[in-house]
């Protein structure tokens, strides 16, 4: 059980164009959902955390207009990178939890600007 | 506010050797304490966690016991195997439920 899916695994964008990555709890209600970012070789760093209905909150220094998040039902939030730039390479994680603390991960999305 | 410091590595043992990762807290209150494992291009899945102080978790032959006194939580494996290589992260959630993680170490064991 706690199984979360993104999709794409990967992919490959010219600069300029929008990416959405859809993540997804495919046994279990995620009231709350959180979208991290990780460099190569480095940590997780929290992006936004959502919750089912409303709007997502984003950490400091992330720009909610770069970075739109929809969390649309309990099953399913989406991160969509707008206009993406080679910076906005980076593979982006996924989490899903209940009511209790413990958040399950997706297994990633590599994100590849041209 | 709430941060983890855990050893960076990278750390390369030989298989059957002891495996022992260092992590320590800092925290207002009482926060859960994880360790997670990131395989090669994958995401991270949960390895063990504790609670509350003095809780040990457990799984797949690794350890980690929730030490108030010293604000830590090291990893520890008593005989590691190749498929153990790995990143490991250690992570701390606050009470607003948000995940700190750790900068992550690398293990390599070789056969």
């Known amino acids: 059980g706690a199984v979360v899916s993104q999709h794409p695994s990967w992919v490959i964008c010219k600069s300029g164009t929008s990416v959405k990555i859809e993540c997804r709890s495919l046994?279990?209600?995620?009231?709350?959902m959180f979208w991290y970012r990780q460099f190569p070789k480095q940590s997780l760093m929290l992006m936004a955390t959502?919750?089912?209905?409303?709007?997502?909150?984003?950490e400091q220094g992330v720009e909610k207009d770069k970075f739109l998040i929809n969390h649309a039902s309990l099953t399913l939030s989406t991160l969509t990178v707008t206009s993406a730039h080679p910076e906005d390479s980076s593979f982006y994680i996924c989490?899903?939890?209940?009511?209790?603390?413990?958040?399950?991960f997706g297994p990633g999305t590599r994100l590849t600007v041209l | 506010g709430d941060s983890v410091t855990q050893m960076e590595g990278p750390v390369t043992l030989s298989e059957e050797a002891f495996l022992t990762i260092n992590c320590t807290y800092t925290?207002?209150?009482?926060?859960?304490l994880f360790w997670y494992v990131q395989y090669p291009g994958e995401g991270l899945q949960l390895l063990l966690k504790?609670?509350?102080?003095?809780d040990k978790g457990s799984n797949k032959g690794f350890e980690a016991t929730y030490r108030k006194e010293t604000t830590s939580f090291h990893l520890e494996k008593g005989s590691v195997q190749v498929s153990d290589s790995a990143v490991y992260f250690c992570a701390l959630l606050s009470n607003d439920y948000k995940l700190s993680f750790g900068a992550g170490t690398t293990v390599t064991v070789r056969a």
């Open positions: 504790a609670t509350k102080a003095d």
């Open positions: 989490s899903a939890k209940e009511d209790n603390p413990t958040q399950y």
């Open positions: 959502s919750n089912e209905g409303s709007k997502a909150t984003y």
């Open positions: 046994d279990f209600q995620a009231t709350t």
């Open positions: 925290a207002t209150g009482y926060p859960s």
